[in-house]
């Protein structure tokens, strides 16, 4: 059962608190999956005027044969390079960000859970980027085990969704961490001129309880949890 909210928003700064995105990262797998990503990425980069956009690939390694790359060293090139090559070529192709926002190109070999937050505590990024395939063949889970773990902000950018937020949904649990993420949001909002958001809080009922006393219990819920969490939001509405 759930409880459903809004907020308006009021004119503020484009931008607003959008400007806190001062470094991104934005994770890469040279797959169809990083248009999307990329676009995302520009867009926040615009939004935040960001300074720097760290595009990351993580590579595996190549299971050739000692043999072979002792007796034919130019069998393939180097793979840094030809993943730096493909990661220009689609930033090129899709990121229209923010024309003062510098790009960094990073190919790193290892785990990519490891390696993404290895790179973000070392270069301070304020916000991670991944992409998240429908292809089960893909690592689905990676961008939820980035999310968990990251010392930032994390956006999750579903396979062809598309470039444009018309509708801003917050689920919320009253606490300290649905405050802050009330907060991303409406900065998200303002900036794209989006007229409000939705909030959302979600509650169980014992079962076997009528539906009629279900949603009795959930307008007390709500009355009894809500003055610790509204004067928190307020200064967003």
Not at 92 to 113: N, Q, W
Not at 204 to 222: A, C, E, N, S, Y
């Amino acid at each position: 059962i759930g409880y459903q909210g809004s907020i308006r928003i009021l004119k503020q700064e484009r931008g607003g608190h959008m400007h806190r995105y001062k470094h991104l990262l934005v994770v890469l797998n040279l797959d169809d999956q990083d248009r999307t990503t990329i676009k995302y990425a520009a867009m926040v980069s615009r939004m935040a005027q960001s300074e720097k956009v760290y595009f990351l690939y993580v590579a595996g390694d190549l299971d050739i044969p000692e043999f072979l790359r002792k007796e034919y060293p130019d069998l393939l090139p180097p793979k840094d390079k030809l993943a730096r090559a493909q990661m220009k070529e689609l930033v090129a192709k899709y990121f229209d960000g923010h024309p003062g926002s510098r790009k960094v190109y990073e190919v790193v070999e290892g785990l990519p859970l490891t390696e993404v937050l290895r790179l973000t505590r070392r270069k301070q990024i304020d916000l991670v980027l991944a992409g998240q395939s429908i292809d089960q063949q893909v690592n689905v889970m990676l961008p939820v085990k980035i999310a968990r773990k990251a010392p930032c902000s994390v956006l999750i950018v579903p396979e062809a969704v598309g470039s444009q937020i018309k509708n801003i949904l917050v689920p919320v649990d009253f606490s300290e961490i649905s405050a802050d993420a009330v907060d991303v949001a409406t900065a998200l909002a303002s900036a794209l001129e989006v007229p409000g958001i939705s909030l959302l809080h979600v509650y169980g009922v014992p079962m076997g309880v009528r539906l009629i006393l279900r949603l009795q219990f959930g307008k007390m819920l709500l009355n009894k949890i809500s003055p610790e969490f509204i004067p928190t939001i307020a200064q967003y509405d």
